[in-house]
């Protein structure tokens, strides 16, 4: 590249539910001045449409008729990521147990799919210092070409007492049972499933601490700018 600056360098960090995506991938971009993309929140924002716009979920029909219709935009400031539906901040909306327990349903509709990896693959593209987008199929369809892959894992105790200490004390028994609900249904889809790349680099997060993690992912992207 001219004036010796730096190529862009593009992340995908896939994984299942709570292994830590969101806050290695947010903490690996502002860490390394990159962009950042929270797929998942995507998948929410049209999720949280079909839901307020009266669509049928069990209905796949339905939802591929109307997925072209909303207007998704995500902001990619990792220290202030955001996502709109229509001009409508919906940060907080897409969070509810509501759109959560619905989202694996509208995500595996492949017209859902190519139309949310179409916005994906413009924004990565869009990056001009790189980006680290995580989510379930990044490294094996959305983004194949990624400089660097990871897989995040983490037993599914370690993930439940995670997801319920941030939902402050909620039940470990039936968290681990909707994660593991979730992330079965995300990975026996027949359009682009939760799955690791062949090439991606498996990284157990269980008995890592998030820093530990961070530190990790950080090391990998800069071995890769360094060629080795
Ligand atoms: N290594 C770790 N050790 C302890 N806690 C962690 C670790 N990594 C993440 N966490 C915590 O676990 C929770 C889930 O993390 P995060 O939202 O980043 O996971 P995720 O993989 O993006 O989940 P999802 O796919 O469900 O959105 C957060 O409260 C986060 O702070
Ligand atoms: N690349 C992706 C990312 C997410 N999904 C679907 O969205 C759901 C919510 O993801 P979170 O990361 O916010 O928990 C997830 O369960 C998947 O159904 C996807 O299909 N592909």
Request: hydrophobic letters at 40%; charged letters at 25%; glycine letters at 8%.
């Amino acid at each position: 590249m001219e004036n010796g600056a730096a190529q862009p360098v593009i992340v995908a960090i896939d994984g299942p539910s709570g292994t830590g995506k969101s806050s290695t991938s947010k903490a690996v971009a502002a860490q390394l001045g990159l962009s950042y993309l929270d797929t998942g929140a995507q998948y929410r924002a049209i999720t949280w449409w079909m839901v307020t716009s009266g669509i049928d979920i069990e209905d796949p029909t339905a939802i591929a008729a109307v997925a072209g219709k909303p207007e998704i935009v995500s902001g990619t400031d990792p220290l202030d990521p955001t996502i709109s539906v229509d001009g409508t901040d919906v940060a907080a909306a897409i969070r509810t147990q509501e759109v959560t327990s619905q989202v694996s349903a509208v995500s595996a509709v492949p017209e859902v799919r190519s139309r949310i990896t179409e916005l994906q693959r413009s924004l990565a593209a869009a990056a001009e210092q790189g980006i680290v987008v995580e989510g379930r199929d990044i490294g094996t369809t959305v983004l194949p070409d990624a400089d660097l892959k990871v897989f995040l894992t983490a037993s599914a105790e370690a993930r439940a007492a995670r997801r319920s200490g941030e939902l402050k004390g909620a039940d470990v028994a039936a968290t681990r049972e909707a994660l593991i609900k979730r992330d079965a249904a995300d990975s026996s889809r027949k359009t682009s499933p939760l799955a690791k790349a062949d090439d991606a680099v498996e990284v157990d997060t269980t008995e890592l601490t998030l820093a530990q993690v961070i530190e990790c992912v950080v090391t990998l992207v800069e071995e890769k700018r360094a060629g080795k």
